[in-house]
């Protein structure tokens, strides 16, 4: 290995940096991808000038390497915004694969490819964090991907004392991880770890539901980020170092992110109990609903709209599902159009994962000036005329800060009947995640437009024109 | 990799390992600093990002496969998908995000 190599990888390293740095605004963040891109072509680069003479099988790397950009492009302009979770758990499951199959393929080959100066321990030791890790994400994005897809069934699937399962699994792979540092040359204690990864992945992520999706995403990320840094450790290579402990930061950040918005705790999730506490009976909501909710009709609603001058919009999940984003923008052009002011205000967990409804609402050009923070959103509907919530519930159930005996207590939401009047959307009274009721929806300033979400939206949209 | 002859002739004598751990927690500290400042409405596309440049771990796939390896050749595989597809649905998504054209005029 050659000086220069580190040197460029040092390069790919600030390339990263800087990539990332141009991505924390959306007028310079396509252009911090490209940066970050041209940094990965200069790594491989250094990778063939400081290995060249390794390289023998050239037919092996021109296989995999065409092929796969070929795969690669024909996914990235296939895919579909709304499947972009499904996307990310794809990319996760072949990184995590990547690291543990370059891992066993080091120790494979520990005699040519240990560094001269890392101790067999710490060779076989990062060898195992390779394996481990990476099967982890692998087998874990494997079934959250089936959940997202709903191959399988969305709802948690637990075994029987999972946890002590999980503990156990944990001791035998640091058991056999012992015996593996002794013996390297014993393969069998890998395939047994291998197996014992499988298992934990599966274990931990069959147990989350569908709701929880975005945690188990942001989270995987980050086991990403570590089994590049594990790798990198293998083979001493800084630059890996250094970019999977970036990635891995920018895991974390998100999972807590989530963790905050869903109510959970960090804590829990980094230990892999992501299952939710249990949920609050839901029989009571009849006799909680009865009588005071108020129905509307698109006319009357386009009526508050006609006579409004901020709107501040709240989308859930339930947008996405009918799949009225375009009736949502055509309805934003009708209200700007005449000089109001219209704000979409966006809950963090809106969507499937981290801000995956911002994805959504630009895919169909809304502009991103429109496009608002919780905190900022929250400040609008304050002094705003209409506050419009369209296929969310749980995220505006005000019982999150009124009740600590609700699961959701604690969780931030946006407050919308701070808005003068409230117009919600949504197809019946059927309580959103949490399985509680909503005490936003018999309120005085609420009233109710039951339909799909883009049926009620043409509706609305119709009746303004006829204004 | 070894950096060993750039620090010997600076005459540091730096632990090559004690180097790696430091740079894995500096690079730690950098990542936390960037990120938070990320906006929430980009983090699909920063996850996206992540993704494909964590998996510069096709560096040393390119070294597996190069040894004739078939476990380098299926890392390489899909290691290069990561990198290609991450890159380039990320630069579809951020294309999305859109000044208001209205407001320029």
Do not use: C
């Not at chain 1, 758990?89 to 001269?116: E, T």
């Amino acid at each position: 290995m050659h000086d220069i190599t580190v040197a460029l990888y040092l390069i790919t390293v600030l390339l990263f940096i800087a990539g990332l740095k141009l991505l924390t605004s959306p007028r310079t963040a396509r252009m911090g991808n490209l940066v970050s891109a041209v940094g990965m072509t200069i790594a491989i680069i250094a990778t063939f000038l400081g290995y060249w003479s390794e390289l023998t099988s050239w037919t092996y790397i021109l296989i995999g390497g065409i092929l796969g950009s070929a795969v690669g492009a024909f996914l990235a302009y296939r895919v579909d915004m709304r499947d972009i979770p499904q996307f990310v758990a794809i990319l996760n499951s072949f990184g995590g694969a990547v690291s543990a199959l370059v891992g066993a393929w080091a120790i494979f080959n520990m005699d040519k490819v240990k560094p001269a100066f890392a101790s067999t321990s710490l060779f076989v030791g990062s060898v195992i964090a390779d394996a481990f890790i990476g099967t982890i994400a692998f087998i874990g994005s494997v079934i959250a991907f089936a959940k997202l897809q709903k191959l399988i069934t969305e709802r948690p699937v637990v075994l029987p004392m999972k946890n002590l399962l999980n503990v156990i699994a944990l001791v035998l792979v640091l058991v056999f991880g012992y015996l593996l540092i002794q013996n390297p040359h014993n393969y069998l204690y890998l395939y047994l770890i291998f197996a014992l990864a499988a298992f934990l992945g599966f274990n931990v992520t069959m147990a989350v539901g569908g709701a929880d999706m975005p945690v188990v995403i942001s989270l995987l990320i980050s086991y990403a980020g570590l089994s590049a840094a594990a790798l990198g450790f293998t083979f001493m290579n800084y630059g890996l170092i250094m970019v999977g402990s970036l990635v891995g930061a920018s895991g974390l950040i998100l999972t807590r992110i989530m963790a905050k918005a869903m109510n959970r705790d960090f804590w829990g999730i980094l230990l892999g109990n992501i299952t939710p506490p249990e949920m609050a009976a839901t029989s009571s909501d009849a006799a909680f609903y009865e009588g005071k909710v108020k129905s509307t009709s698109p006319d009357e609603v386009a009526m508050m709209l006609k006579y409004a001058d901020r709107i501040v919009v709240i989308p859930g999940y339930g947008l996405a599902v009918a799949q009225a984003q375009r009736e949502l923008k055509e309805l934003y052009d009708l209200l700007t159009r005449e000089g109001k002011e219209v704000y979409f205000a966006i809950h963090d967990v809106a969507g499937r994962m981290p801000g995956h409804m911002n994805v959504l609402l630009a895919e169909v050009e809304v502009p991103y000036e429109a496009l608002k923070t919780m905190d900022e959103g929250n400040q609008l509907l304050e002094g705003a005329d209409v506050a419009l919530v369209v296929g969310a519930n749980d995220v505006v159930n005000p019982l999150a800060k009124e009740d600590p005996s609700t699961p959701i207590y604690g969780m931030p939401i946006l407050e919308a009947d701070k808005a003068r009047s409230v117009v919600v959307i949504k197809r019946s009274l059927s309580p959103g995640f949490a399985g509680i009721p909503n005490p936003l929806f018999i309120r005085d300033n609420t009233v109710m437009l039951f339909d799909d979400a883009k049926k009620a939206l043409r509706a609305i949209i119709d009746a303004y024109k006829e204004l | 990799m070894n950096l060993m002859p750039l620090i010997a002739s600076s005459g540091a004598g730096l632990d090559p390992i004690l180097t790696a751990v430091v740079l894995f927690v500096l690079a730690l500290i950098i990542g936390f600093e960037v990120i938070t400042k990320v906006p929430p409405m980009l983090h699909t596309p920063l996850v996206v990002a992540s993704h494909a440049m964590a998996s510069i771990m096709v560096v040393e796939a390119i070294r597996a496969a190069g040894h004739g390896s078939l476990l380098g050749l299926i890392a390489l595989f899909i290691g290069t998908v990561n990198v290609v597809g991450g890159y380039l649905i990320a630069d579809r998504m951020l294309a999305m995000f859109k000044k208001d054209k209205k407001k320029e005029k």
